[in-house]
């Protein structure tokens, strides 16, 4: 089964920087369509961006340059790197991923969500 | 950026009910349309892809149509276990989006 634990959420100040961590099982990370997501306390979802199973990542314009997705595929794992933070970003940061399946959205599978609380 | 927009914004439904979510894209999306239900504090959970592709596990009480510019997912049957946010999302272009969500609410 496919499975994501998100990883590395907490209290931090504004401006300094976090970095969020996805263990993958149940499918190889090297092959899969993986994104970021993350929901405002009593908000709505927003696309942070996604790597696809070539390496190629794409970001939500407004994040690009503070937010860095990258993968460790020899632990088949997923990272966020955020940068500059502030009060904005405080959410739920989820990890998705496909999977592995060639016709599914990167957004099938969900993590548990980690809680990230930017506040001085 | 694509506009994904949600109607109604809330609604309250009896068990038995059919009920009907509308999502309007800005621009065409083709294909990429798809729907997911939440629950509080818990992570979403895809019910429908590709517009009317209902995911494995997923109850067949759940469908969805459209094309183009405009989806609906529709419930027939409502049962007590799905109550909960239901959101839209287009994949066609950069950045991915979704619309604001629809609460449900069973009587």
């Known amino acids: 089964d496919v499975q994501l634990v998100e990883s590395g959420g907490g209290l931090v100040e504004p401006g300094e920087s976090l970095r969020l961590s996805c263990a993958a099982s149940?499918?190889?990370?090297?092959?899969?369509?993986m994104a970021w997501v993350r929901q405002p306390p009593g908000k709505g979802l927003e696309w942070i961006g996604r790597?696809?199973?070539?390496?190629?990542?794409e970001y939500n314009p407004p994040l690009k340059g503070r937010f860095t997705i990258s993968r460790d595929t020899s632990k088949n794992t997923l990272f966020l790197q955020m940068n500059s933070l502030n009060n904005g970003d405080t959410a739920v940061y989820y990890c998705?991923?496909?999977?592995?399946?060639?016709?599914?959205?990167?957004?099938?599978?969900w993590g548990q969500g980690t809680l990230v609380t930017v506040s001085s | 950026d694509i506009q994904m927009t949600q109607s109604p914004s809330s609604l309250s439904a009896s068990v038995g009910d059919r009920v009907s979510i509308t999502c309007r894209a800005s621009?065409?999306?083709?294909?990429?349309s798809h729907w997911y239900q939440q629950k509080p504090g818990k992570a979403p959970k895809i019910l429908i892809y590709?517009?009317?592709i209902l995911q494995s596990g997923v109850p067949s009480r759940f469908s969805g149509s459209g094309s183009g510019t405009d989806f609906t997912l529709t419930i027939s049957g409502l049962q007590p276990e799905d109550f909960g946010t239901y959101y839209c999302?287009?994949?066609?272009?950069?950045?991915?989006?979704f619309g604001q969500g629809t609460r449900l609410e069973i009587k």
């Open positions: 999302q287009q994949t066609h272009s950069i950045p991915v989006t």
């Open positions: 590709r517009v009317s």
């Open positions: 621009q065409s999306i083709g294909f990429y």
């Open positions: 790597v696809n199973d070539g390496g190629t990542r």
């Open positions: 998705t991923t496909t999977g592995g399946d060639p016709v599914a959205p990167q957004t099938t599978y």
């Open positions: 149940g499918f190889t990370v090297a092959d899969a369509w």
